[in-house]
């Protein structure tokens, strides 16, 4: 069975542009949460969406955005990068909320994005 | 505000021997733990799980153990083996009045495990 898988692996952006990632839940998941570390820092909850909503959303500004298609995957969208939005962004994925009230969620690999 | 910490940034045990990794809480609505283990470059894994219904859950070498008066979870591995090495991250969530998740993992910093041979 195929795992969480992120798209791209790494992206380099300038401060200013926008930066997408996307990401595809594990087969059968509705649940899709977004992470970021950033160095020196524990994984800070960004977003989660499921059965195409967005269901929570961290302490984040509101240029990080997103959105979850009817396959399920997901694509987090940064707008207006800052130098300090250099981060690992982390996809995962659940079964779906109405399913189980408890969320074990398993991560893909991460996208790697740099703001310079 | 950390609502979950793992005060040890690192620990160093010999292979065979048991390691215990420890978190401590501090929101009293949390009530689902997880421990994830991370190696460099690579996403989460997921380890064991416990609910706050339970005070110990375990899975072939790894055990969990709760307490929810200290508002305390561990984690420990026996025995313990050089590939266990990586950071390993304690979780935790809460669901709400229905008993529908709220989604959100709030992760301490991690410890990091060194197996040595």
């Known amino acids: 069975e195929a795992g969480v898988t992120q798209s791209p692996t790494h992206l380099i952006k300038t401060r200013g542009q926008q930066a997408t990632l996307r990401c595809s839940p594990i087969?059968?998941?509705?649940?899709v949460y977004w992470y970021q570390q950033a160095l020196g820092l524990g994984l800070q909850f960004l977003l989660w969406?499921?059965?195409?909503?967005?269901?929570n959303r961290g302490n984040f500004p509101p240029r990080f955005s997103g959105r979850q298609f009817p396959n399920y995957s997901s694509e987090l969208n940064v707008n207006a990068l800052e130098l300090e939005d250099s981060a690992l962004y982390l996809c995962?994925?659940?079964?779906?909320?109405?399913?189980?009230?408890?969320?074990?969620?398993?991560f893909g690999p991460g996208t790697r994005l740099t703001v310079l | 505000d950390q609502q979950v910490k793992q005060n040890s940034p690192s620990l160093s045990v010999q292979e065979g021997r048991i390691s215990i990794l420890n978190c401590d809480y501090t929101?009293?609505?949390?009530?689902?733990f997880l421990w994830y283990k991370k190696y460099p470059a690579e996403g989460p894994t997921f380890l064991i799980s416990?609910?706050?219904?339970?005070d110990k859950n375990e899975d072939g070498r790894f055990t969990v153990f709760l307490n929810k008066s200290a508002k305390h979870l561990s984690l420990h591995i026996v025995p313990s083996q050089p590939g266990d090495s990586a950071v390993y991250f304690c979780?935790?969530?809460?669901?709400?009045?229905?008993?529908?998740?709220?989604?959100?993992?709030?992760f301490g910093q991690g410890t990091i495990l060194t197996v040595h041979p």
């Open positions: 995962a994925s659940s079964v779906g909320y109405r399913e189980s009230p408890y969320n074990e969620q398993f």
């Open positions: 087969s059968g998941h509705t649940s």
């Open positions: 969406y499921d059965e195409g909503e967005e269901r």
């Open positions: 929101n009293s609505m949390f009530d689902y």
């Open positions: 416990i609910s706050s219904i339970k």
């Open positions: 979780a935790a969530s809460r669901a709400n009045a229905g008993g529908t998740s709220y989604g959100k993992l709030t």
